[in-house]
């Protein structure tokens, strides 16, 4: 396997393996570890403040002298209707109650007490930290942004599901596309389509690579040597993985929820829209049958926001009927090993196997 490639090169890694950015699971040790297995870390800045951003970033720089990328989410963030304060405190009012029905006493955030960060606040911070990859979901950044970033030599890589996203994102003079396909742990980065592109990783990863030039890495159930391989025949340069870190020594999930990983049952890993508004692919759980049962869905960002809350307040119990486990479709085990050991296992096995 020559692993050395024009992904490589923009990265400055050793492999063009991308250690997937998964807010609420990646650590600042997750990246740090990737990156010492001469993999791409990715530090997920989610909607964290700019404070909170300055720090993990800080903190990460600490652990490591290499280079990271932070991804960040693009999305648009609708209007605050009255309609939509209106269903707002109708879901509030479901949760709370369902809640209190398995023994959880919360009380929600009122819509006024909620902020929502945008990607745009957080863009300062990036360049005064003289980050230089940026990687993104969940949209396309706007053109003054692109531009901003490029400028201040920032590699950018965005996230597709759909080959119209592609096209869009290579369009708008993004370097690097990471083609996520439907088998991918945690949420869609669709952007058009009314956000639901459905399709299969082997299906559109061919497909893209057919309909744009610049390079690819997939994302979606890659775990072994077998299925990297598979997609380096359909066109990707470089393979992000997510769920295969789960588990990791340097997970941020608890010990309760890895358990429930090592446990899962495939019938029980679905997509839903019930815990952010967006699609996401995760075990389902009471929390999430009910509320689909009664259609209480806010667009995100707004049921992220609302049910944060109940998520944390379930980890801190060890609840697993209202946390969101995110998971993907290539049960993988979910080792506990370190970040680093994983990363440099799937490395040796991957050069073993592959014989081009
Ligand atoms: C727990 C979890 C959180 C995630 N959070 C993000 C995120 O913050 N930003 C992002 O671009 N992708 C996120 N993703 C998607 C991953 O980047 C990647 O597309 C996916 O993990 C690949 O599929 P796999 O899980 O089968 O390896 C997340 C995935 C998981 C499992």
Not at 179 to 196: I, K, Y
Not at 232 to 259: C, D, I, M, P, T
Not at 326 to 353: C, P, R, V
């Amino acid at each position: 396997m020559n692993w050395k490639n024009d992904i490589t090169e923009k990265l400055n890694s050793d492999y063009s393996i991308i250690q997937a950015p998964m807010f609420g699971v990646t650590t600042p040790e997750m990246v740090a570890a990737a990156t010492k297995a001469g993999c791409l870390g990715s530090l997920p800045l989610g909607d964290l403040p700019v404070e909170k951003c300055r720090d993990v970033i800080r903190t990460t720089k600490q652990l490591s002298p290499k280079l990271f990328a932070v991804n960040l989410f693009a999305n648009d963030i609708p209007v605050l209707t009255e309609t939509l304060k209106a269903k707002y405190g109708a879901v509030k009012q479901f949760i709370e109650n369902l809640a209190a029905e398995h023994g959880l006493t919360i009380v929600l955030p009122r819509i006024d007490e909620i902020s929502v960060t945008s990607y745009h606040e957080q863009l300062d911070i990036i360049l005064q930290e003289g980050i230089k990859v940026v990687s993104f979901t969940f949209g396309n950044l706007d053109q003054q942004s692109i531009q901003m970033l490029k400028d201040n030599g920032i590699t950018l890589i965005g996230t597709c599901t759909s080959v119209e996203e592609a096209k869009t994102l290579e369009a708008s003079g993004i370097d690097i596309l990471c083609v996520q396909g439907l088998e991918a742990g945690g949420h869609r980065g669709s952007f058009t389509l009314d956000n639901v592109a459905m399709i299969g990783g082997m299906s559109l990863l061919s497909q893209v690579f057919d309909a744009v030039k610049v390079p690819l890495v997939y994302a979606g159930g890659i775990y072994n040597s077998r299925t990297l391989l598979a997609t380096e025949a359909l066109g990707a340069k470089g393979f992000q993985v997510g769920s295969l870190l789960l588990g990791s020594a340097e997970s941020a999930l608890k010990e309760f929820e890895k358990e429930r990983l090592r446990n899962v049952k495939e019938s029980e890993i679905v997509l839903t829209k019930s815990f952010s508004g967006r699609y996401a692919r995760g075990i389902k759980n009471a929390f999430i049958e009910a509320v689909e049962q009664n259609d209480v869905i806010l667009p995100y960002p707004y049921q992220n926001k609302l049910t944060n809350e109940v998520r944390k307040v379930a980890k801190a119990n060890g609840n697993t009927d209202f946390v969101s486990i995110w998971l993907g479709q290539s049960n993988n085990g979910y080792s506990g090993d370190s970040t680093f050991e994983i990363l440099k296992k799937l490395i040796a096995q991957t050069e073993q196997a592959d014989h081009s």
